[in-house]
């Protein structure tokens, strides 16, 4: 949210942040939701630890099936593969990840704790890259059935940056968090 909204401010230049143009309030309201939820660390960390791991990837692989069920359907659909191609490799990536993280984590927990922020922003990409793909999905469709309304062009252009623009930064982030937690821990205290 916060990330995007910023985005979306860019295009206004230097006058972005002002109450005439609105972006003000949408980049206020992104950001005091960060501060009312906490730190994204903790989320994080209760995501990869108690929600992905502590439970066998359980959940993981129940939204995978919905996301499997949407790739299958559209799988062929070449108006489509710009958007399930990018969710199915993923899918099959955050299998690993998750995989690898847990087994690093097993033989030493700080593992866990390195990996987590960037798990979770990894996690959201494929949440996001699902609701993305079936925004385009009914688009297309409408679109494809004579519907005239903007509201569906304005979403399949929507999708495209998404995928093209956004979605693109997991391949850093599983990069980053692959670098394990040799780095932070061998950190000197003092020097900190």
Known sequence: GHIATNACMQVFGGHGFIKEWGMEQF????RINMIYEGTNTIQSLDLLGRKVLGNNGASLKKFGKLVGA??????????????ITPI?????QL???TTEIGFKGFQNPDEVGAAAVDYLRVA???V?????????QVALREIAA????????????????????LFPETETLMRTAR?????LMDTDAALA
């Not at 980049?27 to 992104?30: E, P, S, V």
């Not at 949407?70 to 108006?79: D, F, H, R």
């Open 27 to 30: 980049t206020r309201d992104n």
């Open 124 to 126: 959201g990409h494929f």
């Open 179 to 183: 670098a394990g937690s040799k780095v």
């Open 70 to 83: 949407l790739v299958a359907e559209e799988g062929v659909n070449e108006k489509m593969s710009e958007f």
């Open 128 to 136: 996001f890259g699902y609701l993305f793909a079936r925004m385009a």
């Open 146 to 165: 004579g519907n005239t309304d903007p509201f569906y062009v304005a979403k399949l252009q929507t999708a495209r940056f998404y995928f093209a623009k």
């Open 95 to 97: 299998t690993k990840f």
């Open 88 to 92: 199915a490799v993923l899918g099959d």
